[in-house]
């Protein structure tokens, strides 16, 4: 079946550096979506990608779509302590578009 | 709007009872999703609900069931607890399908002992 793997499973920054996390899926995906969970918390939707190729900028986050549309990355620029959580990605296979699987996730550790 | 919620937020059952979760949609949102999260296994997909109707299950076995009312408020139940059922459920529900952007409750924290 569908398989949704991210890595790093964990990265520890320093405040001011940059993080990326890398989504690769197993089978070609209609889209691709990332979710951020807080410590304590539950996930939050931040945002969807369609298109190949595609890439997308929420201020210090950018997200892309591979042009395959089997993988997708997460870039934070200059992170911050707010940044702390763990980033799934998640995606439905394009012959399946009903069922969202959810990648394994990175979590996010910064020191200030 | 209101968000999702979940009923109730924290949960302490032993082996072999059985649990009822549920969980009250945003207003307008007509698909509902269950998934179960552990520290090991990450977010697990357990199954949708769109208009009353189980459209999408994972691979979850028969003891996890689910249903879902006409005013789109859902229920999850698990049968036959076991210790590995210990989990955080979390509840989302979807303006459309379970493909589209998912709206997270605060979720259910489920200890089995």
């Known amino acids: 079946g569908q398989q949704v793997m991210q890595i790093p499973q964990y990265q520890h920054v320093q405040e001011g550096e940059d993080f990326t996390t890398y989504c690769n899926s197993s089978?070609?995906?209609?889209?691709i979506q990332w979710y951020k969970q807080r410590p304590g918390g539950h996930p939050v939707f931040l945002i969807q990608l369609v298109k190949s190729g595609e890439v997308k900028k929420q201020k210090r986050l950018t997200f892309q779509f591979g042009e395959a549309k089997k993988n997708s990355s997460l870039h934070i620029t200059a992170t911050q302590t707010t940044d702390v959580g763990t980033y799934f990605c998640?995606?439905?296979?394009?012959?399946?578009?009903?069922?969202?699987?959810f990648g394994t996730g990175t979590r996010l550790q910064v020191f200030p | 709007k209101a968000g999702v919620t979940q009923t109730p937020r924290y949960l302490i059952k032993t082996r072999g009872q059985q649990v009822t979760l549920s969980c009250s949609p945003i207003s307008g949102h007509r698909s509902v999703s269950w998934y179960q999260q552990t520290p090991g296994q990450g977010l697990q997909f357990l199954f949708e609900y769109f208009s009353e109707t189980q459209r999408n299950k994972g691979n979850f076995p028969g003891r996890f069931s689910g249903r879902q009312f006409s005013n789109s408020r859902s229920e999850m139940n698990v049968s036959t607890l076991e210790l590995g059922d210990s989990a955080l459920y979390l509840c989302a529900s979807s303006p459309l399908r379970n493909s589209y952007e998912q709206y997270f409750g605060p979720g259910t924290r489920l200890t089995v002992t």
């Open positions: 998640a995606g439905s296979d394009v012959y399946n578009t009903d069922k969202l699987i």
């Open positions: 089978t070609t995906l209609s889209n």
